[in-house]
């Protein structure tokens, strides 16, 4: 009796890991699948060798320093926005937003850019971050203004403000900050070549970028799983009711998860406008927001995460610059792979979520 | 007289693709599933609506097609969000992202390419008629159709048992379940069906108010369809009432950039968006405890007034709006 209980317990216990790892590796392995399946279906509707798409894809941005660079300084703002957006995403906000946090802090910094051309530069560029950091995160905090203080859902009152983002930059461009002679849609005038963030060699890459997107996003890391205020901002996202009860400061977690997300969306506009465009163009975020809450809604709010799949997602990116002239197909094959990674995610992770109720 | 009767007719054409995409959206939201996805719905719809009338050049296949696809997406959104449990915000931001990309790589060969679009077909006798005929009967077939869905999906909501089914799915789901509704296979119905408007409403650009297809052809016109929703409160005639008032701010801002050179265009472009934010944060701020304590307060000539101007504006959203219902 007792040796077949023993037995049991043994049988059902080495089971348990054998799911567990299968689980494990369902997780990894299931929504790249499922990507890889649903992209090359859409490749192969148009008649492209998928294998060349994905080389160019997976390995274009490795090909030449140059395109090595652009990789990065995708990257970079991209790490600082879905590193933003894990606070937001612990605190349980979907911070859509984010894309007219950024726009308002590139606006924000272009202003001491405007205003005292003559500082030194690195005195200029630290005043410059200042601003944009206070531009993202004002943006953010009239959202959470919004949402906690009028109860106007974050998704609607974040979609609303990114319009009236890119609607004040494109007023900006076209009216008081409009260049010299002719005022042109495509942006504002160049910066001075003194005030763009210094550069390696002759590439586009700017070292402080990746330094500075790393640095945020250990920050992040740290506040959010070694301080007892992330450990408040996971119980707000996951009963923001229990959490008020129980002592947490709910409302005022949700507006500083919110207020950090804002400051580090500021940190990639500024960075935009500094180290990669040198002007106020429209679409000077790029979508970079966009492209970090489908990072974020692969990583959830684990910023560890944040970096390999920052790095991935910019590295299609990137790559998909080549495709036109290579295949002959649009680039915006990238976002199909982004996007459909993140769908296979959600597809994967609700069916573990049911297989272990079931 | 004329020239306004003209602009009027105008702001009713230019307002339909909205009016299928908000019928849509609202079908949906009445029933409990929000649909994020509305912007790639549409961009999807439109490309492939278009490309299919122009490959078939069968203008209504064409729209067949962009009801497929609407109600394809819809049936993705149902089946992660509804069946699988996950987030109907996620997924639906998701499909939104892809519905967009997706559009911009499958449309890249048909860009700029003339192709059919939905005849022009004046109603005899009526359109003769003055003023009114201008306004109201020298359209097309889709513009005709968008008059009366409004209307259907009123009188489907609030006159019938499938939309009384529809109302309690949205506000009340365990009491439609003890009733013996099939909660979640209504909720796929809805959705799917408001998905096949939406993806229509692509179309509509495609192959009537926007003849053909560019990068990004119908750049956000599905979240200002789901702010309209939410602007008109959840009630057909105010959100139909928000599409011609958005159309009519459109047409303005067209018209200003002749006659108003100071004004910046831009200013109408975002007005949808801060007039949303705001009629949001009214209604919700007049029927927050506090308000209503201070209404209660007023003297009695004010308070009926008031308390009924209040009750008007502040609708709620669909009480299980986004929520997950689980068998009891």
Same mark, same amino acid.
């Given at each position: 009796?007792?040796?077949?209980?023993?037995?049991?317990?043994?049988?059902?216990?080495?089971?348990?890991?054998?799911?567990?790892?299968?689980?494990?590796?369902?997780?990894?392995?299931?929504?790249?699948?499922?990507?890889?399946?649903?992209?090359?279906?859409?490749?192969?509707?148009?008649?492209?060798?998928?294998?060349?798409?994905?080389?160019?894809?997976?390995?274009?941005?490795?090909?030449?320093?140059?395109?090595?660079?652009?990789?990065?300084?995708?990257?970079?703002?991209?790490?600082?926005?879905?590193?933003?957006?894990?606070?937001?995403?612990?605190?349980?906000?979907?911070?859509?937003?984010?894309?007219?946090?950024?726009?308002?802090?590139?606006?924000?910094?272009?202003?001491?850019?405007?205003?005292?051309?003559?500082?030194?530069?690195?005195?200029?560029?630290?005043?410059?971050?200042?601003?944009?950091?206070?531009?993202?995160?004002?943006?953010?905090?009239?959202?959470?203004?919004?949402?906690?203080?009028?109860?106007?859902?974050?998704?609607?009152?974040?979609?609303?403000?990114?319009?009236?983002?890119?609607?004040?930059?494109?007023?900006?461009?076209?009216?008081?900050?409009?260049?010299?002679?002719?005022?042109?849609?495509?942006?504002?005038?160049?910066?001075?070549?003194?005030?763009?963030?210094?550069?390696?060699?002759?590439?586009?890459?700017?070292?402080?970028?990746?330094?500075?997107? &790393?640095?945020? +996003?250990?920050? =992040?890391?740290? @506040? #959010?799983? $070694?301080?007892? /205020?992330? !450990?408040? *901002?996971?119980? %707000?996202?996951?009963?923001?009711?229990?959490?008020?009860?129980?002592?947490?400061?709910?409302?005022?977690?949700?507006?500083?998860?919110?207020?950090?997300?804002?400051?580090?969306?500021?940190?990639?506009?500024?960075?935009?406008?500094?180290?990669?465009?040198?002007?106020?163009?429209?679409?000077?975020?790029?979508?970079?927001? &966009?492209?970090? +809450?489908?990072? =974020?809604?692969? @990583? #959830?709010? $684990?910023?560890? /995460?944040? !970096?390999? *799949?920052?790095? %991935?997602?910019?590295?299609?990116?990137?790559?998909?610059?080549?495709?036109?002239?290579?295949?002959?197909?649009?680039?915006?094959?990238?976002?199909?792979?982004?996007?459909?990674?993140?769908?296979?995610?959600?597809?994967?992770?609700?069916?573990?979520?049911?297989?272990?109720?079931? | 007289?004329?020239?306004?009767?003209?602009?009027?007719?105008?702001?009713?054409?230019?307002?339909?693709?909205?009016?299928?995409?908000?019928?849509?959206?609202?079908?949906?939201?009445?029933?409990?599933?929000?649909?994020?996805?509305?912007?790639?719905?549409?961009?999807?719809?439109?490309?492939?609506?278009?490309?299919?009338?122009?490959?078939?050049?069968?203008?209504?296949?064409?729209?067949?097609?962009?009801?497929?696809?609407?109600?394809?997406?819809?049936?993705?959104?149902?089946?992660?969000?509804?069946?699988?449990?996950?987030?109907?915000?996620?997924?639906?931001?998701?499909?939104?992202?892809?519905?967009?990309?997706?559009?911009?790589?499958?449309?890249?060969?048909?860009?700029?390419?003339?192709?059919?679009?939905?005849?022009?077909?004046?109603?005899?006798?009526?359109?003769?008629?003055?003023?009114?005929?201008?306004?109201?009967?020298?359209?097309?077939?889709?513009?005709?159709?968008?008059?009366?869905?409004?209307?259907?999906?009123?009188?489907?909501?609030?006159?019938?048992?499938?939309?009384?089914?529809?109302?309690?799915?949205?506000?009340?789901?365990?009491?439609?379940?003890?009733?013996?509704?099939?909660?979640?296979?209504?909720?796929?119905?809805?959705?799917?069906?408001?998905?096949?408007?939406?993806?229509?409403?692509?179309?509509?650009?495609?192959?009537?108010?926007?003849?053909?297809?560019?990068?990004?052809?119908?750049?956000?016109?599905?979240?200002?369809?789901?702010?309209?929703?939410?602007?008109?409160?959840?009630?057909?005639?105010?959100?139909?009432?928000?599409?011609?008032?958005?159309?009519?701010?459109?047409?303005?801002?067209?018209?200003?950039?002749?006659?108003?050179?100071?004004?910046?265009?831009?200013?109408?472009?975002?007005?949808?968006?801060?007039?949303?934010?705001?009629?949001?944060?009214?209604?919700?701020?007049?029927?927050?405890?506090?308000?209503?304590?201070?209404?209660?307060?007023?003297?009695?000539?004010?308070?009926?007034?008031?308390?009924?101007?209040?009750?008007?504006?502040?609708?709620?959203?669909?009480?299980?709006?986004?929520?997950?219902?689980?068998?009891?």
């Amino acid at each position: 009796m007792q040796i077949q209980d023993a037995g049991g317990q043994l049988t059902s216990r080495t089971t348990y890991r054998l799911a567990d790892l299968a689980d494990y590796l369902a997780r990894l392995v299931l929504p790249f699948l499922g990507a890889l399946v649903l992209t090359t279906v859409v490749l192969l509707t148009v008649d492209v060798a998928p294998l060349d798409a994905y080389r160019i894809l997976l390995f274009g941005a490795f090909s030449t320093p140059i395109r090595f660079g652009d990789m990065v300084m995708l990257a970079s703002p991209l790490i600082l926005c879905a590193g933003g957006l894990t606070l937001t995403f612990a605190a349980g906000l979907y911070n859509l937003g984010i894309e007219g946090q950024v726009v308002l802090g590139a606006i924000a910094a272009m202003i001491p850019l405007r205003l005292f051309p003559d500082l030194p530069p690195p005195l200029l560029w630290m005043i410059s971050f200042a601003f944009g950091a206070a531009g993202g995160m004002i943006w953010a905090l009239l959202a959470a203004s919004l949402r906690l203080g009028a109860g106007v859902n974050e998704i609607f009152a974040g979609l609303g403000l990114n319009f009236l983002a890119s609607g004040i930059a494109l007023y900006l461009i076209l009216g008081p900050w409009r260049r010299e002679g002719s005022a042109s849609s495509s942006g504002t005038a160049l910066l001075p070549r003194e005030l763009w963030l210094p550069t390696v060699g002759s590439l586009r890459l700017a070292p402080l970028a990746p330094i500075i997107a &790393l640095v945020s +996003l250990v920050i =992040v890391w740290w @506040v #959010l799983s $070694r301080m007892r /205020w992330g !450990l408040e *901002v996971r119980a %707000v996202g996951l009963n923001g009711a229990a959490a008020d009860r129980l002592g947490v400061p709910a409302v005022k977690r949700m507006a500083q998860a919110m207020a950090g997300c804002g400051l580090l969306a500021g940190l990639a506009g500024t960075l935009q406008v500094l180290g990669v465009f040198h002007q106020l163009i429209p679409n000077i975020s790029s979508g970079v927001g &966009l492209i970090g +809450l489908l990072v =974020v809604l692969l @990583v #959830l709010a $684990r910023p560890i /995460w944040v !970096l390999p *799949v920052a790095v %991935v997602f910019a590295t299609f990116t990137v790559g998909s610059v080549q495709l036109p002239l290579t295949l002959g197909i649009d680039s915006s094959i990238a976002g199909v792979l982004q996007g459909a990674l993140v769908l296979a995610a959600l597809v994967s992770r609700g069916l573990m979520q049911r297989r272990r109720r079931a | 007289m004329n020239q306004l009767a003209i602009d009027l007719g105008a702001v009713l054409a230019a307002a339909s693709p909205l009016i299928f995409a908000t019928m849509g959206a609202l079908l949906s939201e009445r029933s409990g599933v929000i649909n994020l996805s509305l912007d790639g719905t549409i961009m999807l719809g439109a490309m492939g609506g278009f490309t299919v009338a122009l490959v078939t050049s069968s203008v209504p296949l064409g729209f067949g097609a962009a009801a497929l696809i609407g109600a394809a997406i819809a049936l993705i959104l149902c089946i992660l969000s509804l069946t699988l449990g996950q987030s109907q915000t996620a997924v639906g931001f998701v499909l939104a992202l892809l519905g967009i990309e997706l559009s911009s790589f499958l449309g890249a060969p048909v860009v700029r390419v003339p192709g059919p679009s939905v005849p022009f077909l004046p109603i005899p006798l009526l359109a003769d008629l003055p003023i009114v005929g201008v306004i109201f009967f020298r359209h097309n077939l889709l513009i005709y159709l968008s008059f009366l869905l409004v209307p259907f999906i009123w009188w489907m909501l609030f006159h019938t048992r499938m939309g009384l089914t529809v109302r309690a799915l949205g506000e009340r789901p365990a009491a439609a379940f003890a009733r013996g509704v099939p909660v979640t296979r209504m909720r796929y119905l809805m959705c799917i069906l408001g998905g096949a408007l939406v993806g229509i409403a692509g179309a509509a650009y495609s192959l009537d108010l926007r003849q053909g297809w560019s990068y990004r052809h119908t750049f956000g016109m599905g979240w200002i369809a789901l702010a309209i929703v939410i602007f008109g409160g959840w009630r057909p005639w105010r959100v139909a009432f928000g599409c011609y008032l958005f159309a009519a701010l459109e047409i303005v801002a067209l018209r200003s950039q002749r006659t108003m050179a100071g004004v910046p265009t831009q200013v109408f472009q975002v007005a949808p968006f801060v007039l949303m934010i705001l009629v949001l944060a009214l209604v919700n701020l007049v029927s927050s405890p506090q308000a209503l304590r201070r209404i209660a307060s007023l003297p009695p000539i004010l308070r009926g007034p008031v308390a009924m101007l209040v009750s008007r504006l502040a609708v709620a959203a669909p009480a299980a709006l986004g929520q997950r219902f689980e068998r009891p």
